[in-house]
């Protein structure tokens, strides 16, 4: 069993800063890659950012591109959102996610992709 577990969000001014985390737990794995995406009340689960388990590749979504920053630590199988000049429309629950493997060009910014998720963490900037 992999278990992801996401710390790090709370509340935050508009243009501060978040540096949420998550650590894959259980047995042995090594994914493909990593994702976060956010859920706002109401709304669609979307992509927010991915980064390749092995090399250098990053994906932002446009909304994140520019102020947020994915990052990975191999050796604590942990992966890391930093977020910053945060706005109030980043509100959302933010959760990370598993890629077990590779299925295609769109599969890292779409959820139905991965494999395993976090709980969630609340993220929630004020104006």
């Known amino acids: 069993q992999v278990h992801l577990v996401e710390s790090g969000g709370g509340l935050v001014q508009a243009g501060g800063s978040l540096r949420p985390s998550c650590t894959i737990s259980g047995r042995t794995y090594s994914p493909y890659a990593m994702g976060w995406f956010r859920q706002a009340p109401g709304k669609e689960r979307d992509f927010v950012a991915a980064?390749?388990?092995?090399?250098?590749?990053?994906y932002y979504a446009d909304s994140a591109n520019g102020r947020f920053t994915i990052s990975r630590d191999n050796a604590k199988n942990t992966v890391y959102l930093q977020m910053n000049s945060l706005k109030p429309e980043d509100t959302a629950v933010y959760y990370c996610?598993?890629?077990?493997?590779?299925?295609?060009?769109?599969?890292?910014?779409?959820?139905?992709?991965?494999?395993?998720w976090g709980q969630g963490t609340q993220v929630t900037v004020s104006s």
């Open positions: 996610a598993a890629l077990s493997y590779y299925r295609g060009s769109d599969s890292l910014r779409s959820p139905r992709a991965y494999d395993y």
């Open positions: 980064i390749a388990w092995r090399g250098q590749d990053t």
